[in-house]
């Protein structure tokens, strides 16, 4: 048995057709089919049921697909971890987070502390997370939505309140906390659903019976506190936004929800099982060390709390 059987195998498997999977890897389809014969033979047991030329990977086969991917991937793990030591000294990290705003300083303290090892940064919905998480596309998330399944693990960075921003002039500018139901009739200003804003909303709303109003829904968080800003409805922001002190250069006033778990979770998630650079150990270790509210500066306070 060989690397060559193996990986031959493993797209069989996984198209479960001779013909695609020897398109795939660049060999004619009577070798891949002798390939596979051998290896059958060699291990003493069929891999795939026949049916005249379709072919299905029967309990055998799943039973020693789940080991080979195991093996194929620790052996891929440990070729990307020469070359990354080669050409870096410390290798990769790749971060996904749902909106970039949040993890700017993170990152930046992180590129200052460890300047050999190479970043690389990307936006993406929960969703999108989940699935580059498992594919291998990024090393961790800072996730404000849980992300559960095998192998995936997880430590808590925040736990912030949310708070309502209104355009300055309107008729809750002032005001100390609102409820929910005195927010039925306004526009709100919030994200697509997948983003955190939105199930945090829709889920707020759905609790008092009620559908909220939208004025405008787009693909960046960030972008959310300049629409308010000029009049185009209200929405949820969260207090990080207050500590980086965002309203100096976008003004909004600010106002409490009197509602429960009005707030969210910043989480960084990993998958356990997956290979990590030494970038990536010193990413973790360095996020899980310093609170995202470590570079922010004091925060401004709510138009009910000047008063």
């Known amino acids: 048995m060989d690397l060559l059987q193996l990986r031959y195998f493993q797209a069989v498997a996984r198209f479960e057709h001779i013909s695609r999977a020897a398109e795939e890897l660049n060999v004619a389809q009577p070798s891949l089919s002798r390939t596979i014969a051998r290896l059958e033979a060699e291990l003493g047991s069929p891999l795939f049921d026949r049916h005249g030329r379709r072919i299905r990977l029967n309990q055998y086969g799943v039973v020693f697909l789940r080991h080979v991917d195991r093996a194929l991937s620790e052996l891929d793990d440990a070729r990307r971890a020469l070359s990354e030591a ?59 939505q849980p992300l559960d399944g095998p192998d995936l693990e997880s430590v808590e960075l925040l736990r912030e309140e949310v708070l309502l921003a209104v355009p300055r002039g309107h008729r809750l500018d002032g005001r100390k906390s609102v409820t929910i139901a005195e927010l039925a009739d306004e526009p709100f200003v919030t994200t697509r659903r997948g983003h955190w804003q939105r199930a945090l909303l829709d889920r707020m709303f759905a609790t008092e019976g009620l559908t909220p109003r939208l004025s405008c829904e787009g693909d960046e968080p960030g972008a959310s506190q300049d629409m308010i800003s000029s009049g185009l409805g209200i929405g949820l922001i969260p207090a990080m936004s207050r500590l980086a002190g965002s309203d100096a250069h976008v003004p909004v006033a600010w106002v409490h929800v009197a509602a429960p778990n009005c707030h969210r979770v910043l989480t960084l998630v990993w998958n356990g099982a997956a290979y990590h650079s030494e970038a990536a150990c010193r990413f973790r270790e360095f996020t899980v060390s310093r609170p995202l509210m470590t570079h922010r500066r004091p925060a401004p306070r709510t138009a009910g709390e000047r008063a």
């Open 86 to 144: 080669r050409e870096t000294g410390l290798g990769r990290v790749g971060v996904a987070s749902e909106t970039l705003l949040t993890v700017t300083h993170l990152m930046g303290g992180f590129r200052a502390a460890f300047p050999g090892a190479e970043v690389r940064l990307f936006q993406s919905t929960v969703d999108e997370m989940d699935r580059q998480l498992r594919a291998g596309e990024i090393d961790f998330c800072v996730a404000s």
